[in-house]
């Protein structure tokens, strides 16, 4: 029910709960198979939210599902691909600031299961590790880890991770994006600073040089696509639909046609899944660590909050009224009130 109501319901408050539901019900094995079974194609219906729903809430809730899943289920790589997309989408290109945060705790996830992977516990490399390559222990010598984590580093340049931290530092970010953005960032900093790995970056090719240039590598894709137009073999099932209502006096027979039409609109809504925006370039390891280092973004966040904080001053207000009426000779005393 609670998958019917996620993928379907027309109110959006409902298909919030409904979503919640769902992503709990991923910790559990036994009912996620069961939902697999009556929704085989749920993992792509959730993308499709992420990406079509025009509520807020419901792509964020969505979003934190999808997360859900990634750390509680065994995701194919394709999937995972097609998620990566998604996250960079959302991250960049949502409109609800609380969507861009979701989507910033599942690459947070995404960081701390490759660091996991290889070996990190707690925060820290152990002195061994079990190689999941070579199944075999393996002792983690500062070379060793200094290998593992430049391999983590192009592994979240490939997928779109380090473009992402690096857009959201830039100015014309939200705060809260922002300082979020940028403690995701610290973190994969110190950790490299701690086993010295910033002075083994070297530039690439085809690297971005610059944020303008960064940024007009991230493009909207072409979503001219007809997300309205419903397929005629789709159009004939409507319109079945519709002859059966009018023709039915049942009960019974309303709530099977109505479950059908739910199943129509949920076809519909899988077909037009497609990420807004495209990276054509990605951000590099070197590139990423030498934008940390070249500017202090913790001075950054704290002018954007003291700018955030006068605003909202009666003080400040007051000064640029009495400001402008200062300078400008011809205003109406009127206007200060």
């Known amino acids: 029910m609670a998958a ?10 409902v298909q919030a709960s409904a979503l919640k539901c769902i992503g709990s019900a991923s910790k559990i094995l036994v009912i996620w198979e069961e939902l697999r079974t009556q929704y085989p194609d749920i993992q792509e219906n959730l993308l499709s939210i992420l990406r079509n729903n025009q509520e807020g809430i419901a792509r964020k809730e969505a979003c934190n599902v999808l997360c859900s899943f990634y750390q509680n289920l065994k995701l194919s790589t394709t999937f995972k691909q097609t998620l990566y997309e998604h996250m960079v989408s959302s991250a960049l290109a949502d409109f609800h600031w609380e969507v861009q945060l979701s989507a910033l705790k599942f690459w947070r996830m995404v960081i701390h299961s490759l660091l996991s992977d290889q070996g990190m516990l707690d925060g820290t490399f152990p002195p061994v ?5 070579t199944r075999k222990i393996v002792t983690l010598t500062e070379t060793e880890i200094q290998k593992r ?7 979240l340049s490939s997928i779109g991770c380090l473009t992402v931290l690096v857009k959201l530092l830039h100015e014309d970010t939200e705060l ?17 600073n701690q086993y010295k790995v910033p002075t083994m970056l070297k530039p690439v090719n085809n690297d971005v040089h610059s944020i303008d240039e960064l940024l007009n590598n991230i493009v909207e894709e072409n979503t001219n696509q007809a997300e309205d137009i419903v ?6 099932k ?5 002859d059966e209502i009018l023709k039915s ?4 027979l309303l709530a099977n046609i109505y479950e059908r039409h739910m199943n129509l609109q949920g076809e519909k809504t899988l077909s037009t899944s497609k990420p807004r925006i495209k990276l054509l370039k990605r951000v590099s390891p070197y590139f990423f660590v030498n934008h940390l280092i070249g500017t202090d973004f913790k001075v950054v966040v ?4 003291s700018w955030k904080i006068g605003i909202r001053s009666v003080s400040s207000l007051l000064d640029d009224v009495l400001g402008i009426y200062e300078i400008n000779n011809e205003i109406n005393s009127m206007d200060c009130y």
């Open 4 to 13: 019917t109501l996620a993928l379907n319901d027309y109110e959006f408050y």
């Open 129 to 133: 590790t079990f190689s999941r390559e």
């Open 149 to 155: 984590l430049i391999r983590i580093l192009y592994e």
């Open 176 to 192: 809260d994006i922002m300082e979020t953005a940028l403690n995701i960032s610290l973190d994969i900093l110190n950790i490299l």
């Open 231 to 236: 397929e005629p073999e789709t159009s004939a």
């Open 238 to 242: 409507s319109d079945n639909v519709i």
């Open 249 to 252: 006096d049942d009960i019974n």
């Open 302 to 305: 704290e002018q954007k909050k």
